[in-house]
């Protein structure tokens, strides 16, 4: 084989490079423009609540400083699962109360204090920060809160299955407390 014979080879593998490239420039082009678009959301599909959105209000029945509730799905006093958001503001705890079913608990926000058992001690409660997961064992007496001196409201996520049915350990006893 001489050198222009091997120019020759060359010259078409560029040519068959260039011819390939140009072929798939609009393939990709397609993909390009389709990746950057999206469908808008389904609503029968998927519902979405931005953080500013979210609704709290006073706990029906219970101190107005105490704190406040966000239900985001389901109803606490119907069958079914459900997930609320509550917001406990400094220097208040629940009394020792129980559950008929477990809660699974996740703080989002400043910090919470929890303790298990039928005695009300909040200083010997422990601190759960943001990202803390607590499990609540249904039928097993528990209190929680914030602390007195806490600098900001605790925000946590709440979910389990409804009924609640929340039972305090002594109904002769306020079921929220200063602290």
């Keep these: 084989m001489d050198t222009g014979s091997l120019e020759m ?42 953080p500013d959105q979210i609704q709290f209000k006073p706990w029906q029945g219970l101190p107005s400083a105490s704190g406040e509730m966000a239900m985001l799905h389901g109803d606490l006093n119907k069958p079914g699962p459900y997930l609320v958001m509550m917001k406990w503001n400094p220097g208040w705890f629940s009394a020792p109360h129980n559950y008929r079913t477990d809660r699974i608990c996740v703080v989002v926000s400043g910090t919470w204090w929890v303790n298990s058992g039928a005695d009300f001690d909040p200083n010997n409660c422990v601190a759960t920060p943001p ?3 607590i499990l609540r064992v249904a ?6 809160g914030v602390i007195a001196g806490g600098s900001e409201p605790a925000v946590i996520a709440i979910c389990g299955m409804s009924p609640v049915d929340v039972k305090l350990v002594d109904p002769e006893q306020p079921g929220w407390r200063t602290v």
């Design 9 to 50: 080879e060359g010259v078409s593998l560029e040519r068959r490079r260039l011819l390939r490239l140009l072929l798939m420039s609009p393939l990709l082009s397609a993909f390009a423009g389709t990746a950057a678009e999206a469908s808008p959301l389904n609503p029968s599909e998927i519902f979405v609540i931005q």
């Design 139 to 144: 039928g097993t007496p528990h209190y929680d």
């Design 131 to 133: 990202g803390s997961f």
